[in-house]
T-cell receptor, first 116, second 113 residues
Framework: AQTVTQSQPEMSVQEAETVTLSCTYD???????LFWYKQPPSRQMILVIR??????QNATENRFSVNFQKAAKSFSLKISDSQLGDAAMYFC?????????????FGSGTKLNVKP | NAGVTQTPKFRVLKTGQSMTLLCAQD?????MYWYRQDPGMGLRLIHY???????AKGEVPDGYNVSRLKKQNFLLGLESAAPSQTSVYFC????????????FGQGTRLTVV
């Protein structure tokens, strides 16, 4: 089974600064999807960004961008111009595309604190 | 558009009691999932379903049962609750189309005393 590792249980960033959250994964598949989800204190899981493995171009969504290194099996999330509302748990997720194994695997999460 | 709705949002059970968590989605998604979230362990897959009438075990299925009698509903049952099942439970759904994300319910905080 695929495994997703987030090695930073907690991180802090100053408001308006940039922070990078790390994620690595283990897979033997060549085609798959990767996601970053945000979970604020409300508990709701919110999609932040997605990346297709077959695309070399890194995905971006406003202040959020990823650094996808397929060979290294690394998928980090960069948050620019951090805002107080970015404080949350962030989960990295992997979606397998194997037939009938349409599952999502999640990392253990990184708690991001944003200091004013 | 309600998306994914879980019922109830909070529940306290005594050890040995049973209960059913309800999940309903109105997006006509084929796939549905039940996860549990525990501190430091992320989301772990309990059971999932790839279509109406089908279910399969995830990585932590012991002590849980599921049913998917209708495409829009996915039920998670605890037959005899144990304190180790104290957790936050999330239901999610997705389409079979590549690249689509999982859509989540609001979660159910379950405490077994």
């Amino acid at each position: 089974a695929q495994t997703v590792t987030q090695s930073q249980p907690e991180m802090s960033v100053q408001e308006a600064e940039t922070v990078t959250l790390s994620c690595t994964y283990d897979t033997s598949e060549s085609d798959y999807y990767l996601f970053w989800y945000k979970q604020p204190p409300s508990r709701q899981m919110i999609l932040v960004i997605r990346q297709e493995a077959y695309k070399q171009q890194n995905a971006t969504e406003n202040r959020f961008s990823v650094n996808f290194q397929k060979a290294a099996k690394s998928f980090s999330l960069k948050i620019s111009d951090s805002q107080l509302g970015d404080a949350a748990m962030y989960f990295c997720a992997y979606r397998t595309l194997l037939y009938n194994f349409n599952k999502f695997y999640f990392g253990s999460g990184t708690k991001l604190n944003v200091k004013p | 558009n309600a998306g994914v709705t879980q019922t109830p949002k909070f529940r306290v059970l005594k050890t040995g009691q049973s209960m059913t968590l309800l999940c309903a989605q109105d997006m006509n998604h084929e796939y549905m999932y039940w996860y549990r979230q525990d501190p430091g362990m992320g989301l772990r897959l309990i059971h999932y379903s790839v279509g109406e009438g089908t279910t399969a075990k995830g990585e932590v299925p012991d002590g849980y049962n599921v049913s998917r009698l209708k495409k829009q509903n996915f039920l998670l049952g605890l037959e005899s609750a144990a304190p180790s099942q104290t957790s936050v439970y999330f239901c999610a759904s997705s389409t079979g189309r590549e690249g689509t994300e999982a859509f989540f319910g609001q979660g159910t905080r379950l405490t077994v005393v």
